[in-house]
């Protein structure tokens, strides 16, 4: 099945840990991204990445970190930092800026 | 920064009526302008797309219209159907990065 996977689908974390959210895509897209999404609440840039070994902060960068040394593979770390982690994290990818982004099946981050 | 905004937040519609969606944004070099629909629980998918060379495109009930000049684009639903309740993003392309509004509740009554 191809496209675009997060993984876990859950994840429970307690408050002092840091936590890492897994994002892998096998469409050959260059772009990727990570959302924050909360109840009610639409969908809030926390880092992309354009290419591979590069990335940029979005909106609410603060309290996660990301890397992308493959170009299929673009995870998120929630540290300890963020004050407010608890929402539904989705991760998406395209081809370029102008065509569709595929969104994976998101991670619902609780902390506990 | 919010580059896009999307108006209104919720819109409830009797079953068979159209309903509209607006989205503006800020950046003049956008030139990509997709909608998606998240259904609850679900991620989101693109419903239609439009780019800064056409001003309309229809996909059977579902339209988009691009003003460029005014930096706005509105999603239209025709005949809305029970199905169509979920909740709708407009995005744009600023600066190379994919931005979405704060998403519209659409809840059709029948």
């Known amino acids: 099945d191809g496209g675009i996977t997060q993984s876990p689908k859950y994840l429970f974390r307690k408050e002092g840990q840091n936590v890492t959210l897994s994002c892998e895509q096998n469409l050959n897209h260059d772009a990727m991204y990570w959302y924050r999404q909360d109840p009610g609440q639409g969908l809030r840039l926390i880092y992309y990445s354009q290419i591979v070994n590069d990335f940029q902060k979005g909106d609410i960068a603060e309290g996660y970190s990301v890397s992308r040394e493959k170009k299929e593979s673009f995870p998120l770390t929630v540290t300890s930092a963020q004050k407010n982690p608890t929402a539904f994290y989705l991760c998406?990818?395209?081809?370029?800026?102008?065509?569709?982004?595929?969104f994976g099946q998101g991670t619902r981050l609780t902390v506990v | 920064g919010e580059n896009v905004e999307q108006h209104p937040s919720t819109l409830s519609v009797q079953e068979g009526d159209s309903a509209v969606i607006k989205c503006t944004y800020s950046?003049?070099?956008?030139?990509?302008f997709p909608w998606y629909k998240q259904e609850l629980g679900k991620r989101p998918q693109l419903i239609i797309d439009?780019?800064?060379?056409?001003g309309e495109k229809k996909d059977q009930r579902i339209a988009v219209t691009l003003n460029k000049t005014a930096k706005h684009f509105s999603l239209h639903i025709t005949e809305t159907q029970p199905e169509d309740s979920a909740v709708y993003f407009c995005a744009a392309n600023p600066d190379y990065k994919l931005s979405f509004g704060a998403g519209t509740t659409v809840t059709v009554r029948a």
């Open positions: 439009i780019r800064s060379n056409v």
């Open positions: 998406a990818s395209q081809g370029d800026t102008s065509t569709e982004a595929f």
């Open positions: 950046d003049s070099a956008s030139n990509y």
